[in-house]
Each structure stands twice: as C-alpha cells, then as structure tokens.
C-alpha cells in the first residue's frame, strides 16, 4: 500500500508542476509581459521557462510510468 501512495502523490506533483507552469506562463505571456512594456525577447524568455518546466513533467511521467511497471 506504501508504493500506491508514492504514486499517487507523485501523480499530484506532476499535476501541479504542470498546472502551475501553465497558469504562470500564461500570466506572463498575456497581462505582465504587455503591462510592463517588455521587449519580445523577454516573452522568449518566458516561453523556454514554461518548456523547462513541462520538460520536467515529462521526465516525471515517465518515472511515474517506471514505478507502474514495477508493480
């Protein structure tokens, strides 16, 4: 029962790793970037962050998937 719980709550991380990176960078990208007047180089910026953090979830999903198949 231990090992379901490791998955389940690395299951919830992804899911908020994923949901905030999103949320974040759609904040950014759409009212902060404009309000502030920011060159396009800085949404460049912001958009090689969000894939930083997606890349991370993938890499998440895929030990999460190791970890399914060890059961």
């Known amino acids: ?5 490791a998955i389940a709550a690395k299951g919830r991380h992804i899911a908020i790793v994923i949901a905030a990176t999103i949320c974040i960078w759609l904040i950014l990208s759409i ?15 912001f958009d090689f962050a969000a894939l930083a953090g997606l890349i991370y979830a993938v890499v998440n999903i895929f030990q999460l998937w190791r970890m399914r198949q060890g059961q």
């Open 31 to 45: 009212f902060v970037g404009p309000a502030l007047g920011l060159p396009g180089r800085y949404a460049l910026l």
């Open 1 to 5: 029962m231990d090992k379901d719980a």
